[in-house]
């Protein structure tokens, strides 16, 4: 199992996602979307004797949502980014963290930036914004 299937499988169940599809990397153009995304990024961060290491994965967790000058409609995008961050961190501090695999043990999983509109499709009809936040996972991969 890559880290990105196990971010996958832990996200899914987050109560925001309920019944809706998270994808991996690839953003639907309809709104009320959501995409789980790698981000390239120094991956080592500490190294053993052994060969073992302490390691970090970047990702985002992005939506497909409408945009415009509502301001209810402004508030319920970033309520989802505020939901979702406050399941991380009661998780989090509860210990419940990410299942990677055999020899790797995450080690923490924190928010690194808040909700914000990275692009806008201003289309035919209705505007729709991608929304994203950043995220690190620090994880042990043993030898």
Known sequence: MTI???LHN???TAPVFDGQRLDIDC???DPEK???DSIP???TVKKYMDG???RRQLFTISSR???G???TQQKDNLRFFSDLEAWIDEREALGLLPQLGPRRSARSLRVTSTAYPIEVDEGQGTSTARYQIQLELIYLQEM
């Open 69 to 71: 000058p509502d301001l």
């Open 27 to 29: 953003l639907q153009s």
């Open 52 to 54: 073992s290491s302490v």
């Open 10 to 12: 832990y996200f899914r």
């Open 34 to 36: 959501f995409s789980l």
């Open 4 to 6: 990105i299937e196990a």
């Open 41 to 43: 990024g120094e991956r």
């Open 65 to 67: 949502a409408a945009y």
